[in-house]
């Protein structure tokens, strides 16, 4: 339930934005924390920061054409949500899938403001991306699309006015097609205008692994709040991205055991722990499917053609491949299981019905606007590195994202309990991100 002035400006959400569940989703999670916010702060009413904070500053839907390689020429769609730059130049990632459209990239968009806010780091709101499938794509067609993308976003873009990075189908080879056709076409090595380069060309150490890293350190201070640890757990990761595979990796680090991966067809099961460079193999060289995992590493692993990865019984939950990926039912299936903590690696996994019987269970539960936030920090530390034409080591970089992470773990729980609601990590998040940018948005007055 949401208090009447909040319900009035969600209705009005609802009336101007239809047909955008994942959207409306995203809004209504942020407003039911901020209610609290609102009696203690009645100046963000009276400058109507959450109608203005909904509204995207610029929305940008272009025609993206491209000529496949047996010379038809196909049309997709691009989308630019340049959402809010009260602290920042817009910042968030391209997301390539077929399930893209606007509401997709607004509630990225919205979810990307109060994540970066809470980085702690000068960035504002943004997220993009294409109905394209890249899919069973050839290299030829992928570096075709990328072009034709940029060959419209690029104007739109700048290192002072809005950085895109990789999501969903957009890793290190899109980011270099995308970057090359922006050099190309305004005659400027402006490195600091995309992240998620590759090292040679302007890429910073860790960012590839800093999402998932991130995640499980989030984990690990949940769970160490707790008086508890990773040590022995056993742990479940969902997709086999790049979100998912260094997520993997931090959790083995630190003394878990994942014990499954999965993508869109189903999952795989190993009971002795993922083999890493198995997965990686599979997933980042030879861009494979989930299934051939368990065909390769034999010794017990097996897969589950569609079934739910919450089936498998574990202490501790990460998703890490989209949104609304866990219902109510794997979150009662978790809980009976005994999970301790949940972390989202990837975007609004749980639904909301999901994430209410964590907190009816008293689950630790890791909101992905705080959990996540590791890769947009990181991207943040390599803008910092473009800047001062510098490149730093992974250890420097590696403890900047931890020290990052754990400030933003403190600064949840510290909210949260400013606002008489201990442990709620959600709160916190949005509470604690919420305030920076409405903070700036009343400095710069009416715009
Ligand atoms: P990748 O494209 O590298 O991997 C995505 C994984 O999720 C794949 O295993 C994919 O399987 C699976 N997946 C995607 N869509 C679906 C779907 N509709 N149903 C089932 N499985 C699906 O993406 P990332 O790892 O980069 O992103 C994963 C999540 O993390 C997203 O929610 C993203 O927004 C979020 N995120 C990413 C960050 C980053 O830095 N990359 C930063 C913060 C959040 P399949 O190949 O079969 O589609
Ligand atoms: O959802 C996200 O935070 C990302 N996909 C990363 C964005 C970025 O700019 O690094």
Redesign the pocket.
């Known amino acids: 339930m949401l208090d009447s002035t909040l319900q009035a400006t969600y209705d009005q959400v609802l009336h101007r934005n239809p047909g955008e569940p994942e959207f409306h989703q995203a809004v209504r999670e942020v407003f039911e924390s901020l209610e609290v916010v609102q009696s203690r702060h009645p100046e963000y009413q009276d400058h109507s920061i959450l109608m203005r904070l909904c509204e995207p500053e610029r929305q940008i839907i272009f025609r993206v054409p491209w000529v496949d390689d047996d010379g038809v020429v196909q049309v997709n769609r691009g989308f630019r949500v340049e959402y809010n730059s009260a602290l920042g130049p817009y910042k968030g990632?391209l997301?390539f899938?077929p399930?893209v459209n606007l509401g997709i990239v607004k509630f990225?968009g919205f979810e990307q403001i109060f994540k970066n806010s809470l980085t702690g780091l000068p960035i504002g709101g943004g997220k993009g991306g294409s109905d394209f499938d890249p899919?069973g794509r050839s290299d030829g067609e992928i570096m075709r699309f990328c072009q034709s993308f940029m060959t419209e976003l690029h104007r739109h873009m700048g290192e002072y006015t809005d950085v895109p990075a990789?999501?969903?189908?957009v890793?290190a080879r899109e980011i270099g097609y995308l970057f090359g056709q922006y050099k190309r076409l305004t005659n400027r090595y402006e490195a600091g205008v995309l992240t998620g380069k590759g090292l040679d060309w302007g890429g910073s150490l860790v960012r590839k692994e800093a999402?998932g890293y991130g995640a499980a350190i989030f984990a690990d201070e949940m769970l160490k709040a707790n008086g508890s640890s990773f040590d022995g757990r056993r742990v479940a990761v969902s997709?086999?991205?790049?979100?998912?595979i260094y997520a993997i990796e931090k959790v083995r680090q630190l003394g878990g055991i994942p014990v499954t991966a999965?993508?869109?067809?189903g999952y795989v099961v190993d009971e002795n722990g993922v083999d890493l460079a198995l997965l990686q193999q599979i997933k980042e060289v030879e861009r494979g499917r989930i299934v051939e995992y368990a065909e390769r590493r034999g010794n017990g692993a097996r897969f589950v053609a569609n079934g739910s990865v919450w089936d498998v019984p574990v202490d501790i939950a990460l998703p890490?491949?989209?949104?609304n990926?866990l219902n109510v039912e794997d979150a009662r299936t978790l809980v009976k299981n005994g999970v301790l903590a949940v972390s989202e690696?990837?975007?609004m996994?749980c639904t909301p019905e999901a994430v209410a019987v964590f907190r009816e269970a008293d689950v630790r539960y890791g909101p992905?606007k705080a959990a996540?936030a590791g890769?947009?920090a990181t991207s943040a530390l390599e803008m910092q590195q473009n800047a001062s034409r510098d490149a730093w080591s992974f250890e420097h970089t590696e403890e900047r994202l931890t020290q990052i992470m754990k400030g933003i773990h403190t600064t949840c729980l510290e909210t949260a309990d400013e606002f008489g609601r201990p442990g709620d990590y959600a709160l916190g998040a949005n509470v604690a991100g919420f305030r920076k940018v409405a903070d700036a948005m009343i400095a710069f007055g009416v715009i």
Do not use: K
Request: charged share 10%; hydrophobic share 20%; proline share 3%.
């Open positions: 990632g997301r899938h399930s990225l899919h990789g999501d969903i189908g890793g999402t997709g086999s991205g790049n979100v998912a999965s993508d869109s067809t890490c491949a989209t949104q990926e690696g990837a975007n996994p992905g996540n890769g947009v």
